[in-house]
Structure formats: structure tokens, C-alpha cells
């Protein structure tokens, strides 16, 4: 069983910076490829990013790619997503999950998620 807490959202003037935090509880976090998803009001819920066990790959939604950096801490049991220059239609509330892979380069969130966490607001003012 793995618990994830996020925090670090708020609200943001357009052209700002946010950094998410997701904690992990568990000795087994780098056993977890990690991702960061949002939902809009009315919208799916979509991937943003993720990293593979070891952080040694990462991979990004193109609306994100170059003002978005995924990164992790395995001794620290946290996963971050840094948002730079954020636009309006970032906002949403950001949640992050965890898949239980044997493949250490993995990436892939999309087809399978094992855990969630509760989501962080996220508001971007124009």
C-alpha cells in the first residue's frame, strides 16, 4: 500500500512559477514509476509527466515540454513537478500517482495507475 500527499499549489499570476511536491509513504518508492496527471473543470483527466524508478527517464504532455521539469528524490520518498511560466490554462487541479513497475526505465502511466493522491489546486490568473 502506498499513500501519496501533494501539496504545493495555489494560486499564480500567468508567466509564474509553482513546484509541486508528492510524498510517499512505503520503503518501496523506487519501486514506482511516478506521475504527475490534471483535470480541468469539464475535462478528462490527462497525464503531464512522469519519471521511471530511477529518474533516469522522464517524459512530457507537448502542452508542458520546456516549462515543466519532473524531477524525484528516492531518499526522500518525493516526487516534484517544477512549473515555469504557467498560462491560464494550467489551471487545474494536479494529482499524482504511482505505478508499480519491474521495469526500471519505464515511463509509461497512461495505460495503468496503482495509486492516486487527493490533488492540489492549481490556479493560474491571467
Known amino acids: 500500500q502506498v499513500q501519496l500527499v501533494e501539496s504545493g499549489g495555489g494560486l499564480v499570476q500567468a508567466g509564474g512559477s509553482l513546484r509541486l511536491s508528492c510524498a510517499a509513504s512505503?520503503?518501496?518508492?523506487?519501486?514506482?514509476?511516478m506521475g504527475w496527471f490534471r483535470q480541468a473543470p469539464g475535462k478528462e483527466r490527462d497525464i503531464v509527466a512522469s519519471?521511471?524508478?530511477?529518474?533516469?527517464?522522464?517524459d512530457y504532455a507537448d502542452s508542458v515540454k520546456g516549462r515543466f521539469t519532473i524531477s524525484r528524490d528516492n531518499a526522500k520518498n518525493t516526487v516534484y513537478l517544477q512549473m515555469n511560466s504557467l498560462k491560464p490554462e494550467d489551471t487545474a487541479i494536479y494529482y499524482c500517482?504511482?505505478?508499480?513497475?519491474?521495469?526500471?526505465?519505464?515511463?509509461?502511466?497512461?495505460?495503468?495507475?496503482?495509486?492516486w493522491g487527493q490533488g492540489t489546486q492549481v490556479t493560474v490568473s491571467s
Open positions: 500517482a504511482a505505478k508499480f513497475t519491474p521495469i526500471v526505465t519505464g515511463v509509461d502511466l497512461t495505460s495503468r495507475q496503482d495509486y
Open positions: 512505503g520503503r518501496t518508492f523506487s519501486s514506482y514509476a
Open positions: 519519471i521511471s524508478r530511477s529518474g533516469s527517464r522522464t
